[in-house]
DNA sequence: ACATTGACCTGAGAGC
DNA sequence: TGCTCTCAGGTCAATG
């Protein structure tokens, strides 16, 4: 479930707890979840170093070494930052576990085994291999590019959105949000969205992201007229009326059929 | 080239 | 109560 909003929240948290603290000791429990390079390899380049920034792309956070190489987390939909600092505490499915030489430590993990790890020498290179389309929250992702990511696409307006390649950070659940509150139906083709509708999904998408980064992307905090708080079986829209579940390219998916459309336009 | 589907993974909750 | 089955969703390979 981790989508930009907790990755950011994930960044900002490994940021203030895990920096400047040189790495005793890194355990890989589940080297299966290691992507382009093996356990002990990956240990080698991490102890005796330390954690110098972090930064973070989609759904994506970037660790940077004092090497300047990057180390790079991806929370798969389980995935989660714990950070102890005195008690040696191992929370359930581990996948790195960082000692730190202050005595605290930082554990990774992610109860399915869908989170991946590796090691990057450069962000860029990292980037281009993935195929990341930019960042949604990155200010450089303005209108214009948004129009230029989805122009001569024919997919669902839902799809598009959380195709990372074309842009990065929206997955299944805020894209539910950004269509409810831009008023379009999921199954809407980005072909058939006038130029009105694709500045609303534009402005939601901004809107929506910002807010829940502000609140550290806990649902219980969210606007009283968001969708996700009620995005369950039987859930009310907030506006009245009872939520409909479809699936979109093999993904639940949550609408309103007063406020979106009981079909999509076409 | 693009769009969509299924596999991967594991535990919570549904349903019988 | 206890078992089995379905489902959750991020990504990528396979298929259309």
Redesign the pocket.
């Known amino acids: 479930?981790?989508?930009l909003p907790e990755v950011e929240t994930f960044r900002s948290y490994l940021e203030s707890t895990s920096l400047w603290q040189v790495i005793e000791r890194v355990v890989l429990p589940s080297p299966?979840i290691l992507e382009g390079i093996s356990a002990p390899q990956l240990r080698s380049r991490l102890e005796g170093r330390w954690f110098q920034s972090t930064r973070r792309h989609?759904?994506?956070l970037l660790v940077q070494l004092d090497t300047g190489e990057w180390l790079t987390l991806?929370?798969?939909?389980t995935g989660y930052l714990r950070h102890f600092e005195r008690t040696k505490e191992t929370p359930?499915?581990v996948r790195l576990m960082v000692d730190f030489a202050n005595g605290s430590h930082l554990a990774f993990g992610c109860?399915?085994?869908?989170c991946?790890l590796s090691l990057a020498d450069r962000e860029e290179d990292f980037l281009a291999t993935?195929?990341l389309g930019p960042d949604v929250l990155d200010p450089d992702f303005d209108f214009a590019a948004f129009g230029r990511a989805l122009e001569?696409?024919?997919?669902?307006a839902k799809?598009?959105l959380?195709?990372?390649k074309l842009m990065a950070g929206i997955?299944?659940?805020y894209s539910d949000e950004i269509l409810f509150q831009a008023g379009v139906h999921p199954q809407t083709r980005?072909s058939q969205l006038d130029g009105e509708a694709l500045r609303r999904i534009f402005g939601a998408m901004k809107e929506v992201l910002r807010t829940a980064v502000d609140l550290q992307a806990e649902f219980g905090k969210f606007p009283g007229h968001y969708l996700i708080p009620h995005r369950r079986k039987g859930g009310e829209c907030p506006e009245g009326g009872e939520l409909r579940?479809t699936?979109v390219?093999?993904?639940?998916s949550y609408y309103c059929p007063r406020c979106q459309g009981d079909r999509p336009a076409s």
């Open positions: 479930m981790p989508e299966e989609g759904k994506h991806h929370f798969g939909m359930a499915h109860q399915r085994k869908l991946r993935k195929g001569g696409r024919r997919a669902m799809s598009a959380m195709n990372q997955g299944n659940l980005v579940r699936k390219s093999g993904r639940t």
